[in-house]
């Protein structure tokens, strides 16, 4: 479904990445692992075209993605993307549901039907009880299902995660990837997560392992 082929990127002299090819099947979780620098979130941004590879390709259904312009890569990103920080990111001054809500607005849904829609999605995630606080009031892993809510509202065909337990103890970290993971398969949008965390991979359908913007021999492709 997503794929790049031969992923060229570099910040000055920085070698961010060299050379990466990496696809994603519809409805597969792939963890993208490797140490801090070795290019995981750089691999991450010009999948999702949020950063454009100086070299290689980036195609959704054998289309290049990399080559569109601002107004197809937004569409894109509205429509069939769904993305999670690390810090979950949300808009402080909204609450939870509000958050939610919010791509299906920008998205032209009318208020009260994305927020309906949103309230549908905190219930699945028996977050319901949180929906009237704002970010300031959460727990960070209360704000990373929130975040996920987000990520999945508008049925992306794929979600990216960018270290999204990386800021979590341990319970709150496995609670939000059994969540993602699950809710990610049940709906079968395809999942690619960051991480560094060994035990995260473990959620994945296939690890590839980064070193120094490279994959590492012998990690999956
Ligand atoms: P990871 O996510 O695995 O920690 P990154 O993809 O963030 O790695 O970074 C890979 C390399 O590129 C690192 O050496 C990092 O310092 C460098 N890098 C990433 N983003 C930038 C940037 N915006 N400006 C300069 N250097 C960057
Ligand atoms: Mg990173």
Not at 112 to 120: F, H, K, M, P, Q
């Amino acid at each position: 479904m997503l794929e790049g082929r031969n992923l060229v990127k570099s910040y000055g002299r920085t070698t961010a990445l060299s050379g990466v090819s990496l696809r994603v099947e519809a409805g597969e979780i792939v963890a993208i692992t490797g140490p801090s620098g070795s290019g995981k979130s750089t691999l991450l941004h010009c999948l999702a075209g949020i950063v454009r590879p100086e070299a290689g390709e980036v195609t959704l259904d054998g289309r290049r993605i990399d080559t569109l312009g601002e107004a197809g890569l937004t569409r894109l990103r509205r429509e069939g993307f769904g993305v999670i920080f690390q810090f979950g990111e949300l808009v402080p001054e909204l609450t939870a549901l509000e958050n939610v809500a919010l791509p299906l607005m920008f998205n032209g849904h009318g208020r009260n039907d994305a927020l309906g829609v949103a309230a549908g999605w905190l219930d699945r995630l028996e977050l319901a009880e949180i929906g009237g606080r704002r970010p300031g009031e959460l727990s960070g892993g209360q704000i990373q299902q929130v975040a996920l809510a987000r990520a999945l509202v508008t049925g992306p065909r794929i979600v990216f995660a960018d270290e999204p337990t990386g800021a979590l103890d341990t319970l709150a970290g496995e609670r939000v990837m059994r969540l993602l993971t699950e809710t990610a398969r049940e709906s079968r949008t395809a999942l690619l997560i960051v991480t560094h965390d060994n035990r995260v991979a473990a959620y994945a359908d296939r690890e590839v392992a980064l070193r120094d913007g490279a994959v590492l021999a012998g990690s999956a492709r």
